[in-house]
């Protein structure tokens, strides 16, 4: 009996360590950044969006194009104008692409 009821808590435990390894993979694959290479081309401040018209992204294997992107903090577009080119990293969060950091390179 002793041995059966050792036998099931190992159980316990092994299925509780990979369920606990599985999650972590899923926040880890979450919080990949991507970096890139854009020019500005609207900015709407108290939405803390920006429109980029960005190079191809080799990581997301993305062609270039026109997109929307969310800031982490709207602090991240002051400086920022319609017309800079800018590089900038973003990850993927709740959906959304999200810029954690922006800089203009003029």
Not at 7 to 34: D, E, W
Not at 90 to 101: R, S
Request: proline fraction near 2%.
């Amino acid at each position: 009996m002793k041995r059966n009821v050792r036998a099931v808590y190992i159980n316990i435990c092994l299925v509780s360590l990979l369920v606990g390894l599985v999650a972590m993979q899923f926040t880890i694959a979450a919080t990949v950044s991507h970096g890139g290479v854009a020019t500005v081309k609207a900015i709407d401040l108290d939405k803390g969006i920006v429109k980029l018209a960005h190079s191809p992204i080799a990581s997301l294997n993305w062609p270039a194009m026109t997109m929307n992107f969310k800031t982490k903090e709207r602090t991240l577009l002051q400086g920022i104008k319609v017309g800079d080119v800018v590089t900038f990293t973003f990850i993927q969060a709740n959906g959304d692409y999200v810029i954690t950091h922006i800089q203009s390179d003029r």
